[in-house]
């Protein structure tokens, strides 16, 4: 019997990854066992919904090369709410997305503005950017190790976004922003659109308009412009969620994933950046996912009642009304696709 060419990428990527090579028969047996589900919807999902799709590269891969566990499981037996966050240098949450995830084959993403002014349990009014640092110093002050430190850190904003939507935050995933850049170099450059040049006067960085591909330093200069866009903070969120979308079709293209040392460097690129909640799940969330239907995803921001706050807890801020942010967040799983632009301010 002919090998199956996911199996040899992944026996390439095992033989590179030899000083934690797992049984490689455990990681077959699961890749055979998801092998007639293959050409369902996971590509639609990667593509359109491409923060999740990172966050759970970044966690299930390393996890399969090192313990040698199943890429795919048993479905999740509930619904999954999961918040994925890209997180700073300064561990300021860059970007903040709740991922609603359901057995019947709708999904949805809500990018929440890093800037939304939101009451954070424990510490008061503030800025959704700061609650995963406030929860991780106020562990780290009461002597935790970096480890409890960062779940706290993490917890605390997992609670915030559960207390300003209305939906109960069943699992994290934290993901270095700066992993995110670094997939440009994984896949060799990631094109995005711009619909007229921008220059960002912090930074000095000045990016055409039209169409560009960018590398691991211009991919990080692209995400964390606000000054000079029109609309600051929320072209951003636009930003990131085309950035990830482009870089997952290109993750998706022909030959790319059954090349091996692509898939090497992206092992690379992902293995040091996730932070996830203890006792999740993760190969029946993959399954999970693998069940979502195109017609049933959809991703969106949650509306913005004030797009220029000046608030006295925390300066200059986003507005929200957490009464339109729960009923928006409550209808938007199955309520139909986004067709996102194909360029972005």
Not at 117 to 132: N, Q, T
Not at 235 to 248: E, F, G, K, M, T
Request: contains cysteine; hydrophobic residues 45%.
């Amino acid at each position: 019997m002919t090998p199956d060419p996911t199996e040899q990428l992944i026996r390439s990527a095992l033989h590179a990854e030899a000083a934690r090579r797992p049984d490689p028969r455990a990681v077959l047996a699961g890749l055979e066992h998801a092998q007639p589900r293959r050409n369902r919807t996971p590509i639609l999902v990667v593509a359109a919904a491409a923060v999740v799709a990172v966050a759970v590269a970044a966690i299930l891969v390393p996890r399969m090369l090192q313990r040698g566990e199943p890429v795919v499981g048993t479905p999740a037996s509930a619904d999954q709410n999961v918040l994925l966050v890209g997180l700073d240098d300064h561990e300021i949450a860059d970007s903040v997305v709740l991922g609603q995830f359901r057995r019947d084959g709708t999904a949805a993403l809500a990018s929440i503005p890093r800037d939304s002014l939101v009451d954070i349990p424990g510490f008061g009014r503030g800025k959704l950017s700061s609650a995963y640092g406030l929860g991780k110093a106020a562990a780290t002050r009461q002597g935790r190790d970096v480890d409890a430190s960062s779940q706290a850190g993490a917890r605390t904003l997992a609670d915030t976004v559960q207390q300003l939507t209305g939906v109960r935050v069943d699992h994290y995933a934290v993901v270095a922003m700066a992993g995110f850049a670094q997939l440009a170099s994984a896949v060799q450059g990631v094109p995005v659109c711009l619909r007229a040049a921008t220059h960002d006067p912090r930074t000095g960085a000045s990016f055409p308009a039209g169409e560009q591909v960018l590398d691991p330093t211009r991919a990080l200069d692209f995400l964390r412009q606000r000054a000079g866009l029109p609309n600051g903070d929320l072209d951003r969120v636009a930003r990131l969620q085309a950035y990830l979308r482009s870089a997952a079709e290109r993750m998706l293209s022909p030959g790319v994933l059954g090349d091996p040392q692509f898939l090497a460097a992206l092992i690379e690129t992902v293995h040091r950046y996730a932070l996830t909640d203890p006792g999740w799940d993760l190969a029946g969330f993959a399954a999970l996912l693998l069940d979502v239907r195109p017609a049933g995803l959809r991703i969106a921001t949650v509306p913005i009642a004030e797009p220029v706050l000046d608030s006295p807890d925390a300066g200059a801020a986003i507005g929200l009304a957490p009464d339109e942010v729960r009923t928006f967040v409550a209808n938007l799983p199955g309520s139909g696709t986004s067709a996102p632009d194909s360029c972005v301010n």
